[in-house]
């Protein structure tokens, strides 16, 4: 079975700084890793994800994550943090075979001017 | 433009009222899925479907049904709203594949007075 862990339920960070979301995959089997962001009253939207190419991934808005296989990481990162950035995080992993998209609790980015 | 729609997206509805949810797809994806999201927390998944009159129930156990009439649509009705039904639902898709991502649409915010 898998499963994600995200490190933090609230994260507050100052504009312009480094934004680091945690989040930790367990699994059995190579994983597929995914980021989704979600503002108020939205849907949730990809930010990157992570298919067995390479480990560090660019998604969009600036943000990027590296998949670290002997940590079983897969955090979330962003070298400058902008007040639009302020939302839900959620982190998701699935694996070959499966139908299930297993989601973390999901982090709240709070930017502070 | 390829997307997923959900309607209504707000929805405030007396107790013991019939209700529907829609979702629809326009990317010939399988897999469909609903999730119920409480304000700030979590996913669950409570539906989801492999394709045309295949549907299964999710992790969490709910009282609503679904059907998969069409590859393209994916309602979800109760038949008896009560007042612990209120959340927000989402619905998403997914192409066939396991690194692919899912599809989320903007969700339906539900109220049961």
């Known amino acids: 079975a898998q499963s994600v862990t995200q490190l933090g339920s609230h994260v507050s960070v100052s504009e312009g700084a480094l934004v680091l979301l945690r989040c930790n995959y367990s699994s059995s089997v190579p994983p597929y890793l995914f980021w989704y962001v979600q503002y108020p009253n939205q849907g949730l939207q990809l930010l990157l994800k992570y298919t067995s190419a390479a480990t560090l991934v660019k998604g969009i808005n600036g943000f990027e994550a590296e998949f670290k296989k002997s940590e079983t990481s897969f955090h979330l990162t962003k070298p400058s943090a902008h007040m639009s950035d302020a939302a839900e995080y959620f982190c998701a992993v699935t694996t070959s075979g499966t139908y299930k998209y297993i989601f973390g609790t999901g982090t709240r980015l709070k930017v502070l001017a | 433009e390829a997307d997923i729609y959900q309607t209504p997206r707000y929805l405030v509805i007396g107790t013991g009222k019939k209700i529907t949810l829609e979702c629809s797809q326009t990317m010939g994806h399988d897999k469909m899925y609903w999730y119920q999201q409480d304000p700030g927390m979590e996913l669950h998944l409570i539906h989801y479907?492999?394709?045309?009159?295949?549907?299964e129930k999710g992790d969490l156990s709910s009282e609503s049904t679904v059907s998969r009439i069409r590859t393209e649509h994916f309602p979800l009705t109760l038949e008896s709203a009560r007042p612990s039904h209120t959340s927000q639902y989402l619905c998403?898709?997914?192409?066939?594949?396991?690194?692919?991502?899912?599809?989320f649409g903007q969700g339906t915010r539900l109220t049961v007075v």
């Open positions: 479907s492999y394709g045309v009159n295949s549907t």
């Open positions: 998403a898709s997914t192409a066939t594949g396991s690194n692919t991502e899912a599809f």
